[in-house]
Structure formats: C-alpha cells, structure tokens
T-cell receptor
C-alpha cells in the first residue's frame, strides 16, 4: 500500500487560513489523493479528493505538487468546528466498484479562539 | 437521504455472548465497509463488500462474521470476543465506481465494550 506522512499536530488561530501538508513520495500514477477528517466522537467525513490538478469545494482546497509527491489541504478560514483529525489517504481499488482507504495517523488540528 | 445509520450506538457484551451490529444506507451505494478504530488510533479496514459479495477480509479473526443480506444492509456478527476487541466499529458505504472515485460515507459508529 502507498503510504502518507503528516505532522502529528498543528494549531491555528480562528479565522486564519490553515495549510495541512501531506507527503506521499511513493504515489503511483493512478492513485487518487483523498482527505477525510474526523471530529471528536464522530465517524470520518470526506473533505476533498484530487488526482493531478488543484481542486476546490465548499469545505476546502487541495493543492497537489506537480510531481504529485506531496499535497496540501487548505482551510481558508479555520473555525472552531474545524478542530479535528485530518487524514490524507491514497485510495486503492479494492474490487469491482469498491475502494480501499488505508488511514495513516493523521494530523490533529487545534483551533484557538 | 445521505446518511449511514448504525445500531446500536453503544454495546456492552460478555466474552461468551453473541451479538450483532447493524449498518444501513439508502443512497444506492453498492460497496459497504467495516472498520475498527481503537482509542486515539486511525480506523483500520476489516471487510469490504462489493455488490453484496465479500471482496476483502483483512485477516480478521473468525469471531467477527460479516453479512450483507442486501445492498442496503450490512451486519457484523460477534461471538466469543475478547476484551481487546473493545473499540469503535465504523460502517461506511461508497457509490458505484465511476460516479465518484471512492468517496466513502461513514456512519457514527458503534462503541463496543467487551467485559
């Protein structure tokens, strides 16, 4: 399985932008980069995904390096509700129509009021 | 309906008990997953069902027995568990391949305690 490396923890002030880095130097050409987050006492929640180009959605932006060996999740204005563990995952195909997510340790984001 | 529901929310069972966890989704997803999450650790994949057939078993002990009776329902049957099996059990589902590349929808989990 391809692996990802993330910092264990990060802090951000409320209403400031947050850049969460992820290294995935062994990524293959067909691996999608997925980001999930897990708020306290909840199941993981999909945030965003990408393959080669930068992506934006209502929750966040994903910046992917040109060589695809790293990516950065960008939260444009952190709120207290964004305090969570953020997981960067390389998605494998598990079978017909199913996919395998191998979670790494993730980055615990704390947001300071 | 964009929810994955799991019942029960909490379960306490003895090592000789038999119990089942239930997971349901009505989003038309054809892949369903069981994960196990110990405290302060990331989720670990246990089983993957694709079109109601078991496609991945991550070397899970036989005291955990999954079942997918139909495309909306996923069960996890538990028998003769050990205290170290105490964890949060998460269910997830994902749309058929091609519509969204692997986005998984997770339920809130069942908190299992084995005494």
């Amino acid at each position: 399985d391809a692996k990802t490396t993330q910092p264990n923890s990060m802090e951000s002030n409320e209403e400031e932008p947050v850049h969460l880095p992820c290294n995935h130097s062994t990524i293959s050409g067909t691996d999608y980069i997925h980001w999930y987050r897990q708020l306290p006492s909840q199941g993981p929640e999909y945030v965003i995904h990408g393959l080669t180009s930068n992506v934006n959605n209502r929750m966040a932006s994903l910046a992917i390096a040109e060589d695809r060996k790293s990516s950065t999740l960008i939260l444009h204005r952190a709120t207290l509700r964004d305090a969570a563990v953020y997981y960067c995952i390389l998605r494998d195909v598990a079978g017909a129509g199913s996919y395998q997510l191998t979670f790494g340790k993730g980055t615990k984001l704390s947001v300071i009021p | 309906d964009t929810e994955v529901t799991q019942t029960p929310k909490h379960l306490v069972m003895g090592m000789t008990n038999k119990k089942s966890l239930k997971c349901e989704q009505h989003m038309g997803h054809r892949a369903m997953y069981w994960y196990k999450q110990k405290a302060k650790k990331p989720p670990e994949l246990m089983f993957v069902y694709s079109y109601e057939k078991l496609s991945i078993n991550e070397s899970v002990p036989s005291r955990f027995s999954p079942e997918c009776p139909n495309s909306s329902l996923l069960n996890l049957h538990l028998h003769a568990l050990q205290p170290e099996d105490s964890a949060l059990y998460l269910c997830a589902s994902s749309p058929p391949g091609g519509k969204a590349p692997g986005e998984q929808y997770f339920g809130p989990g069942t908190r299992l305690t084995v005494t």
